[in-house]
């Protein structure tokens, strides 16, 4: 089973500020990496796919970039509705997994 | 519009079955692969079955293997989880998928709780 781990676990930034957040997997997943936002009482939502390709609707402030094991997402200026959970996520094989989380809340 | 929804939830006693259902619109239900994924209350995310778009591929999580079933009815628009044998640690809100292997998990259902308590 290939392990994600996030960091940090939580991240405090005001609003207008940049974020980036980190996602490492015990193995290369190529780029076969996701990143999901989840809001409290919601279904996680998804942002990016193919490591660097932002879904539909996104908008242009979340990036990411990484390949085989090292794997960033940036938020440029948080807005309100951007401090939330998020999740990486690899599809390299069937047995998907996610890693625990980074929680970005208001500084 | 586009979506899944989640049904069959409910409280049921250890070592009880449940079926959830996720009936999807808005999109040619048969040419995508799904999947399951759950939440316990306060956790991160767990995947924890896969069915591909002709139904002859199954995949399971340890943690479920031999216990749940995942099936569906393109025919329904309709996918299914047979849970048998369940335990306490199968608490946890679950979600169907739809499950791309270009572009990951892009569209989930909103949920449903599946508790597990005497």
């Known amino acids: 089973e290939i392990v994600m781990t996030q960091s940090p676990a939580t991240l405090s930034v005001s609003p207008g500020e940049s974020a980036s957040l980190s996602c490492r997997a015990s193995?290369?997943?190529?780029?076969?990496l996701a990143w999901y936002q989840q809001k409290p009482g919601q279904a996680p939502r998804l942002l990016i796919y193919?490591?660097?390709t932002r879904a539909t609707g996104i908008p242009a402030r979340f990036s990411g970039s990484g390949s085989g094991t090292e794997f960033t997402l940036t938020i440029s200026s948080l807005q309100s509705e951007d401090f939330a959970l998020y999740y990486c996520?690899?599809?390299?094989?069937?047995?998907?997994?996610f890693g625990p989380g980074t929680k970005v809340d208001i500084k | 519009e586009v979506q899944l929804v989640e049904s069959g939830g409910g409280l049921v006693q250890p070592g009880g079955s449940l079926r959830l259902s996720c009936v999807a619109s808005g999109f040619t239900f048969s040419s995508y692969d799904m999947s399951w994924v759950r939440q316990a209350p306060g956790k991160g995310l767990e995947w924890v079955s896969y069915v591909s778009r002709s139904v002859s591929i199954e995949y399971y999580a340890d943690s479920v293997k031999g216990r749940f079933t995942i099936s569906r009815d393109n025919a329904k628009n309709s996918l299914y989880l047979q849970m048998n044998s369940l335990r306490a640690e199968d608490t946890a809100v679950y979600y169907c998928?739809?499950?791309?292997?270009?572009?990951?998990?892009?569209?989930w259902g909103q949920g449903t709780m599946v508790t597990v308590s005497s």
């Open positions: 998928a739809r499950d791309r292997w270009d572009a990951a998990f892009d569209l």
């Open positions: 996520q690899q599809y390299n094989n069937w047995r998907r997994t």
């Open positions: 193919g490591a660097s």
């Open positions: 193995q290369s997943v190529s780029s076969n």
